[in-house]
């Protein structure tokens, strides 16, 4: 979540997400609460309503740092404390880039059989489309993998 190339990274635009759903929603009483991954659960903000929650969930995801290198994303693991933690029928959003360890999709069924889930993919432009820059070093933020690469190549771009 810490890549961007355009004028923002995906983390803020992630922050910026939770910030006007959260608001949309407490506005008309609804309660909001959140599940903090980061390699695991790093925390659960249990859900109330107001303006003061919405803040407390904005300034909770500002202070997470961010990392230079993180371990692979197991989405199960957030979805499955989605199912111990949420007690009552709940609107659940998921804000992911879903750059991710497979094996995700039984505990998604699961969770969206008791809650109504909506998937939110974050994704920026050059993860699609890589630029004809010439050589560069790249590093896979989970695996410290090093690659010294070619971008002038077209195949390789493709």
Avoid: C
Wanted: avoid cysteine.
């Amino acid at each position: 979540m810490d890549f961007g190339s355009v004028k923002t990274l995906k983390r803020n635009l992630l922050i910026e997400l939770a910030a006007i759903f959260a608001r949309l929603l407490t506005r008309n009483g609804n309660r909001v609460g959140a599940i903090l991954y980061g390699g695991g659960v790093e925390g659960v903000i249990p859900a109330q309503t107001g303006r003061t929650q919405v803040l407390f969930l904005i300034d909770t995801l500002l202070e997470k740092p961010k990392l230079n290198r993180s371990p692979p994303t197991d989405l199960s693991v957030l979805l499955k404390a989605g199912l111990r933690f949420l007690r009552r029928r709940s609107l659940v959003f998921i804000i992911s880039d879903f750059i991710i360890r497979p094996g995700w999709d039984r505990p998604l069924s699961m969770l969206a059989l008791r809650h109504e889930v909506i998937a939110i993919r974050l994704f920026d432009p050059l993860e699609k489309k890589l630029p004809d820059i010439g050589p560069v070093f790249m590093e896979d933020a989970e695996t410290g993998e090093r690659l010294f690469l070619d971008t002038h190549d077209r195949g390789f771009r493709k």
